[in-house]
């Protein structure tokens, strides 16, 4: 066996160990050199994390669980999410956050179960809750349920600061998290939670960044999310410097965590801003509202050089340069903030950033508003991964949703699957041809005898990388109430490389 046949081998047993477990396999070959291509093989573990959504009365929260099927997953699996211990109740003493074996709280009363309960892989599961007692869910996933699994948070306030509705993909725990496009001006209540799914605490360091460079502040360092726990943390609290834009960075130390940032507005509403994808010179926001009535870019540079950026928007008709907003520069260190405005004019859009020059990584992200005058909510997009083989969005409702799909390289083919509904319909799918350089809301697929909401599947077919995105509009047509969530590859296989089985290594 070849010395990098057993490099690769190590690298996947890692990669394993983090997006689930699967195994290597011997080819049919004879020798070392006949051993087939890596093959990608279905995770077998899968863990999910959803922030508390709201500290509201008024919130109506609604939980959505869909697992796309997946060739060669196994055949047996289950899904399930826990409430998160609150950082109240690990203060009260409450086992540091672990609660009893048998799930019962302090008194021996057992824990109210979440409000959704996953069901089998290819059919969606919803269920709501009320009130601002909802905790943070940790859930997991194991065998045929956790190949893409995916939950969906979905909170509509009436009334106060942060109305509107405010959407939130759960996420995978990680290490490391930026969140341009956070601001601690007046109007604006943000706070970063952290969810640790794992039995030990984790330690983790929150650092702000505005448009001189660092905020000052030591509140931030060294914060201890118990096992099993969240925390939420007000960002005027870390540091009393008001920024209309800043850029959060959750670095954790040991352990790994959840973590998302809610941005509440007084005035035009409020919604969930997730982690940005890794810093890069090349982005793609993907999937701007066509009637957004003010965007604005927010960018972020975490190493030591300034990136001079060409800003263009993929259209319908193709890559054009907005007027007045060609190149932006973003200073080491520093947050920027552009103002676009109405940069869609009207019809599908994804901002397209690359380098004038010199490759340097960038964060970014778009704080979207539609709307005017008192009837305005805002939404956050960040630059997203590419679908890369599959992504899900759960959650869809006929008639109020828009899937947004951009192919910024190259032209590409892409096949969309509408799932079952919760309450009954049949699957749909429908494929679609993507032009180079341009982004289209697509007509997506609708199950047949709808009854209650579906799930999208997006799978890249042929071509170049493919952005997207889904816009959710709320139940009244005459109100702007919106949120956006992005959809990167859902990391449902891994690649794992075929090895030849060679005992001559163990000699020397």
């Not at 979440?114 to 909802?134: F, L, M, S």
Request: a negative charge; proline letters at 7%; charged letters at 20%.
């Amino acid at each position: 066996m070849k010395r990098t046949t057993l490099s690769l081998i190590a690298c996947a047993t890692a990669l394993a160990a983090v997006t689930g477990f699967a195994a290597v396999s011997a080819p049919d070959g004879s020798g070392p050199d006949t051993a087939a291509p890596a093959a990608r093989l279905p995770v077998e573990r899968t863990s999910l994390l959803c922030p508390a959504p709201s500290t509201s009365d008024l919130a109506e929260t609604a939980y959505t669980s869909f697992t796309p099927v997946t060739k060669g997953a196994d055949q047996k699996g289950g899904a399930a999410l826990e409430a998160a211990e609150s950082a109240d109740a690990t203060a009260d003493g409450k086992d540091g956050g672990q609660g009893d074996k048998d799930g019962k709280g302090e008194k021996g009363e057992k824990k109210e179960k979440p409000a959704v309960q996953p069901k089998a892989p290819g059919t969606p599961v919803a269920g709501k809750t009320t009130g601002a007692e909802t905790p943070a869910l940790i859930g997991t996933a194991e065998g045929n349920s956790a190949p893409g699994w995916t939950v969906q948070q979905t909170t509509e306030v009436a009334a106060g600061t942060g109305r509107g509705l405010q959407g939130v993909n759960c996420t995978a725990p990680d290490t490391e998290f930026w969140f341009p496009g956070a601001s601690t001006a007046t109007g604006r209540t943000d706070y970063v939670h952290l969810t640790n799914p794992d039995d030990s605490a984790a330690v983790v360091d929150i650092e702000l960044y505005g448009k001189d460079g660092a905020l000052k502040s030591t509140v931030g360092e060294g914060v201890t999310v118990p096992p099993h726990g969240s925390e939420s943390l007000l960002l005027s609290t870390l540091s009393d410097v008001e920024q209309t834009d800043l850029t959060v960075h959750v670095g954790v130390r040991s352990g790994r965590l959840g973590a998302a940032v809610q941005a509440l507005d007084d005035k035009t509403g409020g919604d969930w801003l997730t982690a940005a994808a890794d810093p890069a010179s090349d982005l793609v926001v993907p999937g701007i509202p066509k009637d957004a009535t003010a965007v604005r870019l927010v960018l972020f540079t975490p190493g030591g050089t300034d990136a001079d950026l060409k800003v263009r928007l993929a259209s319908p008709s193709g890559l054009i340069t907005p007027a007045g907003h060609e190149t932006v520069h973003v200073k080491a260190g520093m947050t920027t903030g552009v103002d676009l405005g109405e940069v869609t004019r009207g019809e599908a859009g994804s901002l397209v950033l690359t380098p004038t020059d010199r490759s340097v990584p960038v964060v970014a992200a778009v704080r979207v508003v539609r709307g005017k005058g008192d009837e305005q909510e805002s939404a956050f997009i960040p630059a997203s991964d590419p679908v890369g083989a599959r992504a899900t969005a759960a959650d869809n409702r006929a008639k109020h949703t828009t899937l947004a799909l951009s192919a910024p390289d190259g032209a590409a083919k892409v096949k969309v699957t509408a799932s079952a509904g919760t309450e009954g319909g049949t699957p749909a799918s429908k494929t679609y041809t993507l032009k180079a350089g341009t982004t289209q809301n697509v007509d997506a697929p609708v199950p047949a005898g709808l009854k209650g909401s579906y799930a999208l599947t997006v799978e890249t077919v042929s071509g170049g990388p493919v952005h997207a995105s889904r816009t959710l509009t709320g139940s009244d047509d005459d109100v702007a109430s919106f949120t956006v969530q992005t959809l990167p590859d859902d990391r449902g296989t891994v690649s794992v490389p075929n090895a030849d089985e060679d005992l001559s290594v163990l000699q020397k």
